[in-house]
């Protein structure tokens, strides 16, 4: 009798990690890399210095949670800026700064919903995700989030930057396994290239607006001889 496949929590967090690496290393033109050692938690938490989270549902439900040290928010931040055309003189200097909460929050989405199109296909079923939330964080904050599930299970990975720099995966979910009864063939997964194209696109097309306002503005200062 053919053995069937059993798909566990530590496959679907795989699958997680390497969604992690494969957008993150192509949005930063850097290597990301994730420790083989995962941590059994019990519960996830948002901690210092800038945490995001995603909630996803549909076939299993869960939550992804991203804690980033400063350094390794700013490192991920600047590359990803300079990679999309970014002069250096425009970054932002401190992890606190609202643009690097949107950019953050930004890749977390490309991240989770890399991960939902990839494990939607290899278990054919279908999640959805909501929008990346994020905050930044004192050393002295530990924000616990509440999954409403009915087994949770709870993993922790590490992961280090080009720069070693840390920052934490934790991923909650269902208790469930997915039975692989008979072969299918699975679609090509989405190119993270792709998803950084759109994103690049998107943020040019909010770009333009304010340089024509600009425009507009300087020509009618320079009419009124201002």
Request: aromatic letters at 6%; a negative charge.
């Amino acid at each position: 009798m053919k053995k069937l496949k059993v798909v566990t929590t530590e496959d679907v967090l795989l699958t997680l990690c390497n969604s992690v690496t494969n957008v993150l290393s192509k949005a930063t033109t850097s290597e990301i890399k994730y420790s083989a050692m995962v941590q059994k938690i019990n519960k996830t938490c948002l901690k210092p210095d800038i945490g995001c989270f995603v909630l996803f549902d549909g076939g299993f439900s869960g939550l992804v949670v991203i804690n980033f040290t400063a350094d390794a928010a700013m490192e991920i931040y600047r590359n990803y800026m300079l990679h999309m055309g970014i002069p250096e003189s425009e970054l932002a200097q401190q992890h606190t700064a609202d643009e690097v909460g949107n950019v953050m929050g930004e890749l977390m989405n490309q991240m989770v919903g890399y991960f939902t199109g990839v494990i939607g296909k290899e278990l054919q079923t279908s999640l959805t995700q909501n929008q990346p939330k994020m905050l930044a964080l004192n050393k002295q904050v530990l924000i616990s989030i509440d999954t409403n599930l009915d087994r949770p299970q709870a993993r922790r990975v590490t992961f280090t930057t080009a720069k070693n720099n840390i920052f934490y995966l934790e991923l909650a979910m269902d208790k469930t396994e997915f039975i692989k009864l008979h072969e299918f063939e699975t679609e090509d997964d989405v190119d993270p290239d792709d998803l950084i194209e759109q994103a690049a696109t998107q943020k040019k097309a909010e770009q333009e607006p304010k340089d024509v306002a600009q425009t507009i503005d300087q020509d009618l200062l320079d009419e009124l001889g201002i």
